[in-house]
């Protein structure tokens, strides 16, 4: 431990992210990007982008961007965050709502909620997941303590309804709800249009995965004027011009052009169906997905054998130890060509291993 270190930083357990190789040969499925290329509106955007733009600091309140967000979501532009990666708007919102307070989320889900409550001292109350792996809604309801939840969660991929989160929402009005929708865009119902009736709501979203801009690092809140207020507090005292221009100006393209948005998610929606069904029929158990990953265990084959020999043949998955979930892999969706290249790869490693 470093003498200079502050006793809050050396106990902490950062966040480890998914590998990010090197080698354009191996078939990425383990961070779960999106598996097209982002709108040409996109790329249009960053091409218009002229040398006096670069010259000058970004509009720090981010107003064409949170205008598009708001038409998009038929919400005031009062009602919206924009920050640098959902992780930096979810950081901002534990340090204003959550900090010194006690937590509820579950013991299976996104693995920074640990350690922005270590960051925090946040006293976390991780909830278990029903054997299903569905959420104990029961259980959340029975305490006051705030809540945040992955919708779809990471790593099953199970989403609650907007029934559901309604029903977490009115439980009690005196803590707040916040709903991690990282995986938006793919087969779950948002929560976000209870955002004007509830102000004890906060929806989080990034562009990395419904959007295709994981490159770009662009995230938002939705909630209503009062918390957005201190989520800007939070950002003002920290850093005033968190978004690049580069970055606004691609964002509010790609959040426009909601053609592209239904239609690549349908083409994920159907892979992420090939994927499944095939690995199915290779042995799996496969978890009704509505994100754009899997989460999945061979009945037969040890999780980090699977893994250990799907990176032997250039497949990188993701695993974790801990014990409820160590023979499961999350897998993301892919190319048609990237879902071939998975199932064959397992046809090939089952002939090994299963007689």
Excluded: C
Excluded at 205 to 213: G, V, Y
Excluded at 262 to 279: F, K, N
Excluded at 288 to 293: L, R, Y
Aim: overall charge negative; proline content about 5%.
């Amino acid at each position: 431990m470093n003498r200079f270190w502050v006793d809050r930083v050396a106990g902490l357990k950062p966040y480890v992210p998914g590998e990010q190789p090197a080698s354009v040969s191996l078939v990425k499925l383990n961070t779960n990007e999106h598996a097209l290329p982002p709108s040409t509106a996109v790329l249009d955007a960053i091409r218009a982008i002229e040398g006096d733009v670069l010259r000058r600091y970004p509009d720090p309140t981010a107003a064409s961007l949170r205008n598009a967000i708001a038409n998009a979501e038929s919400l005031s532009v009062e009602q919206v965050f924009v920050g640098n990666g959902s992780d930096e708007v979810l950081a901002h919102l534990w340090l204003g709502f959550l900090s010194e307070r006690s937590v509820q989320t579950l013991d299976t889900t996104y693995g920074f909620y640990p350690v922005w409550a270590r960051l925090y001292g946040s006293d976390l109350i991780e909830v278990p997941l029903l054997s299903d792996f569905s959420v104990d809604l029961d259980a959340l309801k029975a305490s006051a303590d705030a809540i945040v939840l992955a919708n779809p969660n990471a790593p099953t991929g199970l989403a609650l309804s907007k029934k559901e989160i309604e029903s977490l929402v009115v439980a009690n009005r005196n803590r707040l709800v916040v709903i991690d929708e990282a995986y938006y865009g793919f087969g779950a119902e948002s929560a976000a249009p209870l955002v004007p009736e509830y102000d004890n709501l906060i929806i989080t979203r990034s562009l990395s995965k419904s959007h295709a801009l994981a490159g770009l690092r662009v995230g938002y809140a939705l909630a209503q004027p009062e918390l957005i207020e201190g989520l800007n507090r939070v950002k003002d005292s920290f850093n005033s011009y968190p978004l690049d221009a580069i970055a606004q100006a691609a964002a509010v393209a790609a959040v426009e052009d909601s053609t592209w948005l239904q239609q690549a998610s349908a083409v994920v929606a159907e892979s992420r169906q090939v994927m499944a069904e095939g690995l199915g029929e290779l042995g799996f158990e496969v978890l009704p997905s509505q994100a754009n990953f899997m989460f999945v265990r061979h009945h037969q084959i040890p999780g980090a054998r699977l893994f250990d020999e799907l990176r032997a043949k250039d497949i990188l998955v993701r695993r974790w130890d801990h014990a409820r979930i160590s023979e499961w892999l999350r897998v993301s969706v892919g190319t048609q060509a990237q879902a071939e290249q998975l199932l064959h790869a397992v046809r090939e490693i089952s002939r090994t291993h299963i007689s």
